[in-house]
């Protein structure tokens, strides 16, 4: 059972009851909102209640065995800065998530959690505070040990249709960083760090910062991320660790997949693919064919 202490003499098991303002002035974070990492304790404090349905769009709950937590933002498309930020990089950061009921007054313990790591969140239609529909980020957290919770099950619908957000590069499950996340795969990696280089390259020619787009396709939970998206010639980027024809021919698929996916809210006039190497010519021609 996850414990929480709170000082030498006082910790909180899952269902013990605290005063948000007391659980503060003991380990820190912010006193209001859903999202509260601490710096005088290094840990993430969140507050859920199904008040916040009505009121600001926050449907949480459960899905299986995987708590659904919505991010931050009231207005709004929800971006991946801040609170969210913090959040999603908590493991990666050494920050324990800890999860309560209540908003304020007393609160709950709920238990401690981890965001997923080969899944950490999805996109959803959501009514922000004012009741204007935006893209909402939605948390998927798992308990650090199985436990029996009273907490209702969530009531997210899969979106009918696709749902596209211009994002900054790092702010995916993918961000490369001086302390490098262990899941991801070493091509990711790779290909990560040579979306960095081609950025460096980029800056040194006076070219604006490539950005990416989050991409969820209608009728699922998952994102996709795409590579790159050169803002100035609308260059859809595609990279890959090795200029193999197995890496090119999968490029090829993904570019068209995601131009496809993207039609409607972004338009594409070019497309092109990012490797380390110059690929052979049969493939260099095979490009030229479907301009790329």
Known sequence: MSKLKISKSKSLSPGDSIRRKALHDALGGLRQGGICPSNKSHLIFLFSHRSQVEKFGYDDGWKGTVFQYFGCGPEGHMEMTSVNKSLLNHE????????????????????????????????????????????????????????????????????????????????SSGEVSKKSVSYESKPVKREALLVKEYNKYRKSKKLKKLV?????????????????????????????????????????????????????????????ILVPKKPKEDLIELLKELKI
């Not at 050169?230 to 197995?246: H, P, V």
Request: glycine share 6%; net charge positive.
């Open 92 to 171: 990666n950061d050494g920050r324990k998530v800890y999860l309560f009921q209540g908003i304020e007054g007393e609160v709950t313990f709920e238990n401690e959690f981890y965001v997923d790591k080969n899944y950490p969140y999805f996109l959803t239609p959501a009514p922000d505070f004012l009741g204007n529909m935006r893209t909402a980020i939605v948390f998927r957290l798992k308990p650090i040990i199985k436990y029996s919770s009273s907490y209702p099950k969530t009531e997210i619908r899969l979106s009918k249709k696709n749902i596209v957000r211009q994002i900054p590069l790092e702010d």
């Open 212 to 272: 990416r787009h989050a991409v969820q396709p209608s009728g699922t939970f998952r994102p996709l991320f795409t590579d790159g998206w050169a803002i100035e010639s609308n260059t859809l980027i595609e990279a890959k660790a090795s200029a193999s024809r197995g890496s090119i021919r999968m490029a090829i698929g993904q570019l068209f997949d995601y131009r496809k996916l993207i039609r409607g809210e972004v338009k594409v006039k070019r497309m092109a």
